[in-house]
């Protein structure tokens, strides 16, 4: 993306209010700022952390870091979903108001050294005795173009969740461990329970949205059915393939079934409907334990069921050090060696669900204790071993928007799977071209 395509793309969605938005997150803490005299480094943490309960607990380890660094100060905001992270984010940098750290996935990463905005961070992670406790797995996510450019935050994988009573009660022995089979549950869990001929608990609960998190969901099941994002050169987009078109059709014959019941738009993290026990099975990760084993509700959890391979979305976020001043970057650096530190990465797995990125926290007693009583935790771990990384090339988003409308359409009955796919293949060779 050019600079002047940057610009034009930002004037379009109302760069000056985007601005003010930013100038406020950023800058209201002056309305109460300290004395001047004060040696304290203050920087700033944009979050998107879901669910609310998980912003507390990033709050109090926030916490516990200012108080161990009197000399730093973070304030961690929340800036909203990805999706509304995004336009915050480029206006930022654009108006030179960046935030010191960026809590983001790493397909961001692209589109930020491509802008120049953040550092690189090879000579500085590499000399950490962290380094060598993150996960060989996550190092992918890392790197662009021969550097380093962020580190992980937490990561986390797909699987679908169920309520074992529901389970129960429908007569279901076994869990699926195949599409068809997926299926078949899913219809045998839809039924009425109060007998007014109307459903009120169906099988599963499907997100809806041109979203990321929508995306993100439904990327298991294309690799799963032998689909790919790109092309063999990681860089040009390529969705118009059999395991993208059975994975939406997968999808579609759900609803069909009358045995998936959509989200509201964009709110597929939502899991009222699981909790109540109006839907049986839900499509999401490890964030939502903390979450779940809050409520006392009965659940668990099974892999994603297969069509031609296992295969599952490794995902969570990694942080991103801006571009700043000396000392502003040398106490962002501190907070992230901080955030990728055993003593960190296991209380933030212990209450949010997340997996730890530091395979020390992994292998603690503390930790290895808490697998042992929340065994869902283990089959994210088991799985973790067939994730596939999403790509981090600079439009990534532009991909992930295009295969969001695709797949919204679909699930709205607008459009066939091959022809929203092929739709969206067609704007994606003009942005790409």
Not at 33 to 49: A, C, F, M
Not at 322 to 331: D, G, R, T, V
Request: charge should be neutral; include cysteine; proline fraction near 6%.
């Amino acid at each position: 993306m050019t600079w002047v395509n940057l610009f034009s793309f930002l004037r379009k969605f109302s760069v000056i209010l985007l601005l003010t938005t930013v100038l406020f997150l950023t800058g209201c803490q002056n309305l109460i700022e300290t004395p001047k005299s004060t040696n304290v480094t203050k920087i700033t943490l944009w979050q998107g952390v879901n669910p609310p309960s998980n912003r507390d607990i990033l709050q109090k380890l926030v916490d516990r870091f200012n108080q161990q660094h009197p000399d730093i100060k973070v304030e961690s905001l929340y800036v909203g979903q990805a999706e509304q992270q995004l336009p915050k984010i480029l206006a930022a940098v654009v108006g030179n108001a960046p935030p010191d750290l960026l809590w983001f996935n790493a397909t961001l990463t692209g589109q930020l050294v491509e802008l120049n905005a953040i550092l690189p961070l090879e000579n500085w992670l590499q000399k950490l005795p962290e380094f060598s406790q993150i996960d060989p797995a996550l190092l992918e996510s890392m790197e662009y173009q021969k550097h380093t450019w962020s580190v992980p935050f937490a990561t986390n994988n797909v699987g679908i969740f169920y309520r074992p009573s529901l389970f129960k009660a429908a007569g279901i022995t076994e869990l699926p461990q195949t599409w068809e089979q997926l299926r078949q549950v899913a219809r045998k869990l839809t039924i009425d329970t109060n007998g007014d001929r109307k459903v009120d608990q169906h099988g599963i609960f499907l997100p809806l949205g041109k979203g990321e998190f929508a995306v993100f969901l439904w990327l298991p099941f294309m690799w799963s059915g032998g689909g790919e994002l790109v092309a063999k050169d990681n860089q040009t987009p390529a969705i118009v393939n059999e395991g993208a078109i059975s994975a939406m059709e997968f999808w579609q014959s759900l609803i069909a079934d009358g045995s998936a019941v959509l989200s509201s738009p964009e709110r597929g993290f939502e899991i009222d409907d699981f909790l109540a026990g109006k839907v049986a099975m839900q499509i999401t990760g490890p964030w939502t334990l903390g979450q779940l084993k809050a409520t006392g509700v009965d659940f668990d959890v099974f892999p994603i069921p297969t069509k031609l391979r296992p295969a599952t979305a490794i995902g969570g976020e990694n942080l991103f050090v801006f571009k700043s001043n000396p000392k502003q970057e040398a106490a962002a650096l501190k907070f992230a060696q901080f955030a990728i530190a055993e003593e960190f990465q296991t209380q933030w797995a212990i209450n949010t669900g997340y997996l730890p990125v530091n395979l020390t926290a992994r292998q603690s007693k503390q930790y290895q204790t808490f697998v042992a009583e929340q065994p869902a935790v283990k089959v994210f771990l088991d799985q973790a071993k067939y994730g596939r990384s999403r790509p981090i090339f600079p439009r990534y988003s532009r991909l992930s928007e295009s295969l969001g409308r695709a797949l919204e359409s679909v699930l709205l009955g607008k459009s066939t799977p091959e022809s929203a796919l092929k739709t969206a293949q067609d704007r994606l060779n003009l942005i790409f071209r």
